[in-house]
């Protein structure tokens, strides 16, 4: 069923007969899309990622990125490859095609990138910010600065990049230093240093433009004073042919952990007081057209999270179905007993099923969540948009943060499934454990995440899209509880409802004066059990979809004792496939669901510690 990296009938489960995506293709956005070219293009998505991403992703990260005379070199593998996705257009996929791109609705697009993602991220990387940064271009600049950088970097011609760390701003990007100054004739001069910046040089395009978060002389401290700049690396004249180099300077290359094929550079910019910019959008507007890209950036990753935890699972399920080793326990005492493939071992076959649910748990809330995304595009109801836009803006923290917090375990347990093989760099589950560490650190730290989930995000819209979030969690709920077959299911998730419920209550008394601190000191554990829930929820969802499909699977097949059932769906695939996702449910909900109360009880102590105990007391 899998193609090694990513469960593709899964993928189509969740888009087509959980969430039913088809539902966009009735709106006059969408309405040139057919099941029909959905099914198509992730078979697309899946040829190119398998036959030329996958390929190129233990050599760049064996070969890395070199800096070499001030120059930056990618992977030679990544070019051919690079190419190859521009020229099939996924590069700009969810894009209109007035621009360039395929009109593709995101949660499609979303199953695309899971793809690319998992045969391989650090490639994904030069395109996906270019399209970030090209779409800031398409949105808020002027029909100049969309003919001369938004084209070429939509066709793939150009490179594109997100420019706010500085090596004193962080996570606190309002202490940035990077300074504009107005010319004459409208345009800026940039000069300052930022760093960690991924793309920020290489040798796929001819041309990078950065975006570039700059403040203006005389404007005040803090976000509020920051401004946003289009910078080239090289000039481009007005009828689009490149003219000198800029005054942006690779100053180095960071030698890193993982995601060795990006590139992440320090950029110098003003080094001889010559660097162009030109502003985007208004002065002072920075930040607010940033989290644009920002927020598209923060789902991706968490995609980047996912597709490395997919191929990851996809590698250890294929492993354990192979590997060889130890009798069954139950023969432990016969030496005759043959040994066997380690699927058979208990806990081995624990360890599979638990990075099962969480990757199709994970799966479901970051597709849901994108089409939420979408169904906010085509709607001409303003209440509903509220509704739709209120859940991407709740759970886009989530997504980012617990997809990539969950990915490093799934990664690491993967590892386990291999033994000592699994540590050794001749197979692929240590490279997508180094990998995937940083997608818990950029685009904001999941500790930052959680401060946004909880500080703005739980409160936003007067606490209603928590409350519609609830809500819906509430109706699967009732609905798995009323089925005889999914009964505990239902009856799980509403319990873990109820504790996450009573949180976010405490967390209402704290913010409202009781003591903020202690919202904030709880942020995190809260992002974990809210995430919990939320793929609890997916999951139970699915399996009632799944335990219908298979109803009907049985009777056509006249099974009907659990026997006769069982003897089916193992030579069945369908029947196989939908079984496991009851599978996934029931786990989930028999065992890790039932650990959130306490995680709760452990949130509501209020225990001060952290905050009270002497700095010098920490050792
Ligand atoms: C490989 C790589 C690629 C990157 N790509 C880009 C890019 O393309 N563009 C770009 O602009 N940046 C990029 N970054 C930078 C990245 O986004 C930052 O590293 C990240 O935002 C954290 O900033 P920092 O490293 O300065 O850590 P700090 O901000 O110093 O944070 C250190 C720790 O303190 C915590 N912390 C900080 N402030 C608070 C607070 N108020 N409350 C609670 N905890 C807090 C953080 O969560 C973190 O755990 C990249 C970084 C790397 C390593």
Redesign the pocket.
């Known amino acids: 069923m899998g193609n090694g990296l990513v469960n593709v009938r899964d993928q189509k489960f969740v888009l087509f007969e959980q969430i039913g995506i088809d539902k966009l293709f009735k709106s006059e956005k969408f309405g040139d899309y057919t099941l029909d070219d959905a099914n198509m293009m992730l078979g697309e998505a899946e040829k190119l990622s398998v036959n030329v991403m996958e390929p190129t992703y233990a050599e760049g990260d064996k070969e890395g990125c070199t800096f070499v005379d001030g120059k930056v070199k990618v992977p030679a593998c990544f070019h051919d490859a690079y190419k190859k996705i521009c020229e099939a257009g996924w590069n700009c996929a969810p894009r209109d095609p007035e621009v360039g791109g395929q009109g593709m609705p995101l949660s499609l697009f979303t199953a695309c990138s899971e793809l690319f993602n998992a045969a391989n991220y650090p490639l994904m ?1 030069y395109p996906g ?1 270019t399209c970030g940064a090209a779409a800031l271009v398409e949105k808020f600049g002027t029909p100049e600065q969309r003919k001369k950088y938004m084209e070429p970097m939509y066709s793939g011609e150009f490179g594109g ?13 309002g202490a940035l230093r990077t300074k504009a100054v107005k010319q004459a004739d409208g345009t800026y001069l940039i000069s300052g240093t ?7 040089d290489h040798d796929l395009t001819v041309n990078n433009i950065h975006a570039v ?1 700059a403040r203006i002389e005389g404007d005040p401290a803090g976000t509020d004073g920051i401004s946003i700049f289009i910078v080239p690396k090289v000039m481009v004249n007005d009828d689009g042919s490149l003219g000198e180099p800029n005054d942006v300077i690779t100053g180095n290359i ?1 030698h ?1 952990m ?2 060795k094929g ?1 590139a ?1 550079c320090t950029l110098n910019f003003g080094e001889e007081d010559k660097c162009y910019g030109e502003l985007l959008g208004r002065e002072r507007q920075g930040m607010a057209i940033m989290f644009h890209m920002m927020n598209e950036a923060r789902l991706e990753v968490g995609m980047q999270g996912l597709g490395v935890a997919s191929a990851a699972y996809e590698h250890a399920l294929d492993y354990a179905r192979e590997r060889i080793q130890s009798r069954s326990i139950l023969e432990m005492t016969n030496p005759e007993a043959k040994a066997v493939t380690i699927i058979e071992h208990p806990d081995i076959r624990r360890t599979l099923l638990w990075m099962k649910s969480y990757v199709e748990g994970i799966r479901a809330l970051n597709y849901f969540v994108t089409y939420a995304f979408d169904q906010a595009e085509i709607t001409s109801d303003k209440t509903e948009k509220k509704k739709w836009d209120g859940i991407v803006e709740l759970l886009t923290p989530v997504c980012k943060a617990f997809s990539t917090d969950k990915s490093i375990e799934i990664c690491s347990y993967a590892m386990d499934v291999y033994g000592g093989y699994g540590y050794c760099s001749e197979y692929p589950v240590e490279q997508y454990l180094r990998d995937a560490k ?1 997608t818990t ?8 995440q959680s ?1 946004d989930l909880v500080g703005r995000k739980l409160a936003q819209n007067r606490g209603q899209n928590l409350k519609n979030i609830f809500a819906e969690i509430g109706k699967t709920a009732a609905a798995a509880g009323a089925d005889p077959e999914l009964q505990l299911l239902g009856a799980s998730l509403g319990k873990a409802a109820q504790a996450v419920g009573g949180v976010t209550l405490q967390f209402q008394d704290w913010a409202e004066g009781s003591s903020i601190l202690l919202a ?1 000191l709880n ?1 995190r554990p809260f992002l974990d059990v809210f995430g919990d829930l939320l793929v609890g929820w997916q999951l139970v969802q699915g399996a009632q979809v799944a335990a219908a499909a298979l109803q009907k699977n049985y009777a056509e097949a006249g099974a009907q004792t659990q026997a006769q059932r069982r003897a089916f769906a193992r030579n069945n695939s369908e029947a196989a496939y939908y079984e496991g996702k009851v599978a996934s449910a029931r786990y989930f909900t028999s065992t890790i669901l039932p650990t959130i109360k306490g995680r709760c009880l452990g949130i509501q102590a209020g225990d001060r510690t952290p905050l009270e105990m002497l700095d010098v007391s920490f050792g």
């Open positions: 990387m910010l990049t997100m420019g706010l760390t500085e090596p004193g701003a962080g996570s606190d990007v930022k760093m960690f910046i991924s793309s920020g978060l960071e890193k993982g995601i990006s992440t940083i650190i950029y685009e904001g730290t999941n500790g930052i401060l904030i942020a």
